[in-house]
C-alpha cells in the first residue's frame, strides 16, 4: 500500500474539495450520541441525508454511509457528540488468547488496514473546518479523546453529578479506558524529507469488554507504534493533526479517525450551572414531543435554559417559556439567551429567539389552566440538585401543577429524572391526570436516568381527590427514608 504522508496538499485544492471538487468518495462515519437516543439519531440522519443509520451493539454509537460531499451536512446533525470516519470495522474480531499473540495482531493491523478514503474525508474534513474559521482542540494544546463524551463513563463536568470512576463501579457498567498510557510511545519518528512538515497524531483507545487480554493502554501503545511505523508520522498526545480511533467493544473493533476535536453538544451555552444538560440529549427530548407550529412549550425547572435555548433555535416555530425558582438559574438563562442573540446579530440576523424567561416556583405557576401543549424539563435528580429526600414533596407538587396548566387530551410532557423510584409512585398517584406513553433509558453524567413520555389524558383537572395536596407522611415509607439515607 502506497504511504501517505499528511498534510502535503496545497490548502487551494483542499478547499476546491471541500466546495464541492471533482472526486466523490463514498465512507462510513460513526457519531457517538447520547445514550438511549440512537433510534433519535438515526431518524434525524435519515431525515436530514437521506441514508440509514446503523445503530451498534456498544451503545450510545452510530453509524450511516455518507459521500464526501455530505460532510458539511454531518456537522450540522444535532444528535450527534463526535463524529469520526471509520476506516475499517469487525463484527467479530478474533482476539488471540494470550496479551502477546492479541498485540502482534493489533501492530499487523496497523499496515493492513485500506487508510485512503478515510484519510481523503480527514483531509476534506481539515479544509472544511479552515473554511470555516475553526481552530480549536487537536492542535490547540488540550484536547481530549473525541469519543469521550459519549462513553459510559466519561461523565461531563457541566452534567449531573458524580465522578467518572465511582459512577462505572456504581451502575456496574464496563470499564472504558481512556488512551492516556499511549504516550509512552511519543518519541519522535524520523524525519521526513526536508521541507515536508510531518504529520502529528495520537491514537486513542475506547475498549469495553471483560474478555481482552491486554489493556486499552497496551492496544493504543502497540497499534499507535505500527500506525506510525507505517506512516512515518509523529506521535503526540496534544498537539495532533490526526487522531485514530481504535475502539473495541467486545469482539466488535472499529478503526477511524476523529472528524471532531470538540463535541458538537457545545454548542449554546455560555453560562454554565451545575448540571447543564448536553444540547444534543436536549434536542433528543425535544424531538420525542414533537414540536408543532405555536405550541406553547414550557421548561418549567430551566436551570441554565438548555432545553428551551435548543428549542427555540432548531423549532423555532414554537413559543419556549423558561422558568426557575432560583435567581442564578434565571441569570443565566438570562445570558445564554442573549449571548446566543448576540452571535445571531452579528451574524445580521435580526429576528430574535422565540423564548421568555421568568422567576417562578413551579408549583404555583402564573399561568392560566389548560394553556400550555408541551412540558419538557430536567427534574432534580436529588444528588447534586434537591435532594431526594424533597423529591417526594416536590415531584407530586410538579406533577400537578403541570397537569393544571397542560392541556386536556394533547398536552404532553417529556420529564428526565433519575429519581425514578419517586418519579413514578408520583405519577401513579396523579389520578389519571397523566398516561406514560414511553420511557428512553438515558446515561446522564454515568447516570442511569429515564426520560418519561407522558400525555396529559382528557380528565379534568381540579375534580379527583388526588388535586388535592397530599401531604408527605401519607406516602413516605421507611424503605424511602432508608434510600436517603444510603444516597446521603
Ligand atoms: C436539574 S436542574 C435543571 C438543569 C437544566 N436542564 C440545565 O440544563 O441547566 C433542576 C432545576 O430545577 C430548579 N427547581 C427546583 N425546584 C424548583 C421549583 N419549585 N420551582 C422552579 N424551579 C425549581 C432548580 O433551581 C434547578 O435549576
Known amino acids: ?37 440512537e433510534h433519535t439519531a438515526a431518524e434525524e440522519i435519515e431525515e436530514k441525508i437521506g441514508v440509514e443509520a446503523k445503530i451498534s451493539k456498544d451503545r450510545g454509537r452510530i453509524y450511516f454511509p455518507i459521500t464526501s460531499d455530505k460532510l458539511f451536512q454531518v456537522h450540522h446533525l444535532k444528535s450527534v457528540d463526535n463524529l469520526f470516519v471509520v476506516v475499517e470495522e469487525y463484527d467479530h474480531y478474533q482476539f488471540k488468547e494470550s496479551k502477546e499473540e492479541s498485540l502482534v495482531d493489533l501492530q499487523q493491523l496497523a499496515s493492513k488496514l485500506p487508510w485512503t478514503d478515510a484519510l481523503e474525508v480527514w483531509k476534506l ?4 473546518k479552515k473554511k470555516k474559521g475553526h481552530r480549536k482542540g487537536g492542535s490547540g494544546g488540550k484536547a481530549k479523546p473525541s469519543s469521550e463524551v459519549s462513553d459510559a463513563t466519561a461523565a461531563d463536568t457541566e452534567q449531573q453529578e458524580l465522578p467518572q470512576a465511582e459512577v462505572s463501579a456504581a451502575e456496574g457498567q464496563t ?3 481512556g488512551s492516556t498510557d499511549a504516550e509512552a510511545y511519543t518519541q519522535d519518528s524520523e524525519e521526513a524529507a526536508p521541507g515536508a512538515k510531518v504529520t502529528k497524531f495520537r ?43 481504535l475502539n473495541i467493544h467486545n469482539t466488535e473493533v472499529v478503526i477511524g479517525i476523529a472528524l471532531t476535536e470538540e463535541s458538537l453538544h457545545r454548542r449554546n451555552i455560555s453560562h454554565f450551572g451545575p448540571t447543564t444538560l448536553r444540547s444534543t440529549l436536549c434536542y433528543g427530548m425535544l424531538r420525542l414531543c414533537k414540536p408543532q407550529a405555536s405550541d406553547v412549550i414550557l421548561d418549567p425547572m430551566c436551570g441554565t435554559g438548555a432545553i428551551p435555548l435548543e428549542g427555540a433555535i432548531e423549532f423555532n416555530s414554537s413559543f419556549y417559556i423558561a422558568g426557575d425558582n432560583n435567581d442564578m438559574a434565571v441569570n443565566r438563562t438570562v445570558n445564554n439567551v442573549c449571548h446566543i442573540q448576540r452571535r445571531r446579530g452579528d451574524k445580521g440576523s435580526v429576528s430574535g429567539l422565540p423564548i421568555d424567561t421568568v422567576q417562578w416556583d413551579l408549583c404555583n405557576l402564573p399561568i392560566r389552566t389548560s394553556s400550555v401543549d408541551i412540558i419538557i424539563t430536567d427534574m432534580p435528580f436529588g444528588k447534586r440538585m434537591g435532594s431526594r429526600k424533597k423529591n417526594w414533596d416536590l415531584y407530586p407538587s410538579c406533577l400537578r401543577e403541570m397537569a393544571r396548566v397542560c392541556r386536556p387530551g394533547s398536552g404532553k410532557a417529556v420529564l428526565l429524572t433519575q429519581d425514578k423510584k419517586c418519579f413514578s409512585k408520583a405519577v401513579s398517584r396523579m389520578g389519571g391526570l397523566w398516561k406514560k406513553l414511553h420511557t428512553v433509558w438515558v446515561n446522564v453524567g454515568g447516570l442511569h436516568a429515564g426520560v418519561y413520555l407522558l400525555k396529559r389524558t382528557g380528565a379534568v383537572f381540579g375534580q379527583t381527590p388526588e388535586d388535592i395536596y397530599e401531604p408527605r407522611g401519607a406516602v413516605n415509607s421507611q424503605a424511602d427514608e432508608k434510600d436517603d439515607k444510603e444516597l446521603s
Do not use: Y
Open 203 to 245: 491514537v486513542t483507545c475506547n475498549r469495553a469488554g471483560d474478555k481482552h487480554s491486554f489493556s486499552s493502554n497496551e492496544a493504543a501503545r502497540d497499534f499507535g507504534g505500527a500506525v506510525q511505523e507505517f506512516f512515518q508520522w509523529k506521535a503526540d498526545m496534544t498537539k495532533f493533526d490526526v487522531e485514530v480511533l
Open 175 to 177: 470499564k472504558t479506558e
Open 1 to 37: 500500500m502506497e504511504k501517505i504522508l499528511l498534510p502535503t496538499q496545497n490548502i487551494r485544492e483542499l478547499q476546491a474539495d471541500a466546495s464541492g471538487g471533482d472526486v466523490v468518495i463514498t465512507v462510513t462515519v460513526g457519531a457517538t450520541v447520547p445514550t438511549g437516543f
Open 125 to 128: 474534513n481539515r479544509a472544511l
